[in-house]
Nanobody, 120 residues
Framework: VQLQASGGGLVRAGGSLRLSCAAS????????MGWYRQAPGKQRELVAT???????NYADSVKGRLTISRDNAENTVYLQMNSLKPEDTAVYYCAATIWENGSNWPFDYWGQGTQVTVSS
């Protein structure tokens, strides 16, 4: 199983970006999916999560600006990022709890990270 993230880049403050993360491999089902970020010199922090049923959870710092969604048929999670601020600059990682075909329990998988840089 692999998670492949894409969509990062350089944007000015107030701009928008859309991140995508596709899961591939011998997947039976996916539970929660989410986005995390790590800024230089800081610990990795939760940005947003979404359950298989579509329930969402956001960090207070991104509420109203970032929106998480998923396409269960495509095993893909998205992060629409609007009204970006310089403090949103970080490497963004996707994560998912995945049941593989034939597995007795789910595993947590992480994508490779994609850089988001917001200039002032």
């Amino acid at each position: 199983v692999q998670l492949q993230a894409s969509g990062g880049g350089l944007v000015r403050a107030g701009g928008s970006l859309r991140l995508s993360c596709a899961a591939s491999g011998t997947i039976f089902s996916i539970n929660d999916m989410g986005w995390y970020r790590q800024a230089p010199g800081k610990q990795r922090e939760l940005v947003a999560t979404i359950t298989s049923g579509g329930s969402t959870n956001y960090a207070d710092s991104v509420k109203g600006r970032l929106t998480i969604s998923r396409d269960n048929a495509e095993n893909t999670v998205y992060l629409q990022m609007n009204s970006l601020k310089p403090e949103d600059t970080a490497v963004y990682y996707c994560a998912a709890t995945i049941w593989e075909n034939g597995s007795n329990w789910p595993f947590d998988y992480w994508g490779q990270g994609t850089q988001v840089t917001v200039s002032s």
